[in-house]
């Protein structure tokens, strides 16, 4: 049985972890959630995949589930993947993970209500998935740390298993209730069983009770008592013949048949043995198996059983259980994992969009390093460069930004043409610093005319001191790849906050510039922008337009050197050789100085590393050593 667990994860990511483990755990039972998305995939063709081969859906249900995700997005992934099931005709058993309201196309179908009682509803759930590919109940794969009764509140807490009999305590009740009777009739004839004669009250007994199918005595045989429990467990009790026909040698025999299997030893001590013998209406016979339980119980194991003859087979079942001591509970304790921990298995795992990350990190997973912020960038893939559609869009803005429109010309954009073949995978996680660096971090002022306070960006530093001033921090400078990949993400968005620009999202050449003499001859400002600021803005501005990682200000203030050097698309690792001072490195992000075409993502520039620019600073990243 194949099993596709559909949810949020915002919401229900433990949960839906959690599930995922406990249904692997069974024989013929296999499930499927995205933590085993390939990245080297198409992630919505595996997810299809995967719901067009399941035999049934598991939805954990949740506020997230009905929250609409963007302007151009109405529902969820999750609701699109109830709809795709629903047409497909696949099974859909929903799971209340938090309180919530059920989506209307789930409407009329019963849900297994986690919220109240996350460990009832688990038992409820497996229960139902074993009666569907009849596992019998407690028989996992393997006695690992998955346990069947395992709370869901208590994450990673190893608990023991369940025992196959607890689960039938009431019917092994009634089996010993009934051998009780038949002792009871055996002895109640004058205190002797006739030997002579076969009973005369098997119908009476029938009548009795309707687990008693056949009760013969034969002299000098021996006794054969065959209880049906239910329509297909059948126990068989054989008494051998004595000398003594008193109440206290039947009873015997059933003791010692009952030591012969160790388990119902175990239920017979924990349910309360003497209280249910006691029921008899015979208190001679009653005094005397209390007698002999008590005596049994007492025992070594080094009793005689040359008198204990008799032979039992109890509860024919397929696969048979092998008698074992009642185990010892250890308790285990399983460190609580921190969110640097949860974050980087994440990180680990990867994304397949920009979403992904936001759901569970909306502003970003932000960490220090020695006092500097740095942001979590998690592993994935994205097609670097823009395509033709957006080639046509900045050749637009471009002509919007210049006084003298129509000068901007389509060849100075296709040195960022994908020609889709540029894909580019992000195997490991990294870190990139939250801002740019700024001349307090950096220790001293690059060219104070153009930057000067303490939290304004470090200019006018050539790439080899960037470089070197990132090494000494642990870490270097960006590949072109990596700073795209965290401007834009699995997306591919335009600008570091979206796909549209308004005017005022980031520090760029708009009303401002003609503020300065510098920027008279200037042919691309836009007076119709006002950005508030003339030349750079403190690191820390425009925090509400950061990218999906939460890094800010990629876009404007400042170009930022990378690491690669400057060479036509499509990128390849060999870019990242360093280099002589006569090879031209990349900058990225635009500047306060420049229009708003070159606050796109995918805009391409290109200095020579010994170069030293008011328009230019850095920031760092730092590689994923976990």
């Given at each position: 049985m194949h099993i596709f667990i559909s949810y949020a994860k915002k919401d229900t990511f433990e949960l839906a972890d959690r599930l995922y483990r406990q249904l692997n755990s069974l024989d013929g039972v296999t499930a499927w959630m995205d933590r085993d998305l390939r990245p080297s995939l198409d992630w919505s063709l595996q997810i299809q995949n995967q719901i067009d081969n399941c035999d049934e859906m598991i939805v954990l249900l949740s506020p997230d589930v009905n929250r609409k995700k963007t302007d151009d997005v109405d529902i969820s992934f999750v609701m699109k993947?109830?709809?795709?099931?629903?047409?497909?005709?696949?099974?859909?058993?929903?799971?209340?993970?938090?309180?919530?309201?059920?989506?209307?196309?789930?409407?009329?179908i019963e849900y297994i209500d986690f919220a109240r009682d996350p460990n009832m509803g688990m038992e409820r759930l497996l229960a139902e998935i074993r009666e569907k590919i009849s596992i019998p109940i407690g028989e996992n794969k393997s006695n690992d740390t998955i346990r069947q009764n395992e709370s869901v509140n208590d994450i990673g807490k190893s608990k023991p298993k369940q025992s196959f009999f607890i689960s039938f305590p009431y019917s092994i009740l009634l089996s010993i209730t009934v051998v009780i009777i038949v002792i009871l009739i055996l002895v109640s004839q004058n205190g002797q069983p006739n030997n002579n004669n076969s009973l005369s009250t098997l119908d009476d007994l029938t009548a009795t009770s309707n687990n008693v199918a056949d009760v013969a005595t034969k002299p000098n045989q021996e006794t054969e008592v065959i209880i049906t429990a239910s329509a297909t467990k059948t126990s068989t009790v054989t008494l051998a013949p004595t000398d003594t026909k008193d109440a206290e040698a039947i009873a015997q025999s059933i003791v010692l048949t009952l030591n012969q299997e160790s388990t119902l030893t175990q239920i017979a001590?924990?349910?309360?043995?003497?209280?249910?013998?006691t029921q008899t209406p015979t208190p001679d016979v009653t005094r005397t198996v209390s007698v002999v339980l008590t005596r049994w119980a007492g025992e070594t194991a080094t009793q005689e059983s040359s008198n204990a003859t008799s032979t039992a087979t109890l509860w024919t079942l397929t696969p048979s259980l092998t008698p074992s001591s009642t185990p010892t509970v250890t308790p285990s304790l399983t460190k609580t994992k921190t969110p640097l921990e949860i974050a980087i298995e994440r990180a680990i795992a990867g994304v397949q969009s920009n979403e992904e990350w936001d759901e569970w990190y909306p502003n970003g997973f932000t960490y220090e390093f020695d006092g500097v912020e740095m942001v979590l960038v998690p592993s994935g893939q994205f097609i670097m460069g823009s395509t033709d559609d957006e080639i046509e869009y900045a050749v637009a803005i471009c002509d919007e930004s210049r006084i003298d429109e129509g000068n901007c010309a389509r060849e100075?954009?296709?040195?960022?043409?994908?020609?889709?073949?540029?894909?580019?995978?992000?195997?490991?996680?990294?870190?990139?610093d939250k801002y740019e660096v700024s001349n307090s971090l950096y220790g001293e002022v690059g060219c104070a005319d153009w930057s000067e306070a303490p939290n304004e960006p470090r200019n006018c530093v050539n790439w080899f001191d960037a470089n070197a001033f990132c090494e000494g921090r642990g870490g270097r400078l960006p590949?072109?790849?990596?700073?795209?990949?965290?401007?834009?993400?699995?997306?591919?968005?335009?600008?570091?906050?979206?796909?549209?620009y308004e005017g005022n999202e980031a520090n760029h050449c708009d009303t401002g510039c003609s503020q300065q003499p510098w920027a008279s001859d200037l042919r691309y400002m836009n007076e119709e922008h006002d950005d508030e600021y003339t030349i750079v803005s403190p690191v820390t501005a425009y925090s509400d337009n950061q990218s999906w990682v939460g890094a800010q200000n990629l876009a404007g203030n400042v170009w930022e050197w990378v690491s690669s050097v400057y060479w036509d698309y499509p990128y390849d690792a060999s870019y990242e050789e360093l280099s002589d001072e006569n090879d031209r490195h990349i900058v990225r992000g635009g500047s306060f100085g420049d229009s708003m075409n070159s606050l796109r993502s995918t805009d391409r520039n290109d200095w020579l590393p010994n170069n030293r620019s008011q328009y230019v600073g850095f920031r760092c990243v730092r590689d994923f050593d976990g």
């Open positions: 993947e109830i709809h795709y099931a629903r047409r497909t005709g696949k099974p859909i058993t929903p799971i209340m993970a938090e309180d919530t309201s059920p989506p209307l196309v789930l409407e009329g001590q924990e349910t309360a043995t003497a209280i249910l013998w100075s954009f296709e040195n960022e043409l994908s020609l889709q073949v540029n894909n580019q995978e992000i195997l490991k996680p990294f870190w990139i590949t072109e790849a990596e700073w795209e990949y965290a401007a834009r993400g699995p997306d591919r968005l335009i600008f570091p906050w979206g796909n549209t």
